[in-house]
């Protein structure tokens, strides 16, 4: 299991692309999980990092809660409508778990509301699910080039270049 610190340290190249995409869309990925038919649902979700970890959070009684309620493994992928994705592109990989901690969740809504003015203090959250990030990849135009990094726990970030950037990116 990897938190949010250890990917980041383990893949520095990956999470700074992923910060910077994330706040570039007012914090909104689309989440990919399993339907209860397997088949996959994408669905809007605006994940935070908090204590080190990311946190898939959100409104109750959702299809996406529910999947993940049943199949823990999702892939969070940064919003982008840039073909060219000229500021990058991410996916990352991963099961999560629910974490029913009270002073935790307060912290949490705390420091929501204190960067976003979202008042969510004093709820209790049903589910509150950390991540433990098992792989991720990027995308990235560098001098031209296209530039695909992955990693998985326990290994380096691994670059692939790709020659012509002159097509629109797909990851």
Same mark, same amino acid.
């Given at each position: ?7 980041? +340290?383990? +893949?520095? %190249? ?6 910077? %995409?994330? +706040? ?7 989440? /990919? ?37 049943? $199949?823990?493994?999702?892939?969070? !992928? ?8 000229? $500021? ?8 999560? !778990? ?8 307060? %912290? ?5 509301? +204190? ?7 004093? %709820? ?25 990094? /992955? ?6 970030? !691994? ?6 950037? /002159? ?5």
């Amino acid at each position: 299991m990897t938190s949010w610190t250890e990917f980041a +340290a383990a +893949a520095p %190249r990956i999470s700074t692309i992923f910060t910077r %995409r994330h +706040a570039a869309t007012g914090n909104l990925c689309m989440l /990919a999980t399993l339907r209860k038919d397997g088949f996959p649902r994408i669905s809007p979700l605006e994940p935070r990092v908090f204590e080190g970890e990311l946190w898939l959070v959100g409104m109750p009684g959702t299809k996406k809660f529910a999947d993940l309620a049943r $199949d823990p493994r999702f892939c969070l !992928h940064t919003a982008t409508v840039d073909t060219q994705v000229s $500021d990058g592109d991410v996916k990352i990989f991963g099961t999560v !778990h629910d974490v029913q901690d009270p002073e935790l969740q307060r %912290r949490w809504a705390e420091d929501l509301f +204190a960067e976003s003015g979202f008042d969510l203090r004093g %709820r209790k959250f049903e589910p509150f699910y950390a991540v433990d990030i098992t792989g991720a990849s990027s995308v990235e135009i560098v001098d031209g080039r296209m530039e695909v990094t /992955a990693w998985k726990p326990g290994q380096s970030e !691994h670059v692939v270049e790709v020659s012509d950037a /002159a097509e629109p990116a797909t990851t």
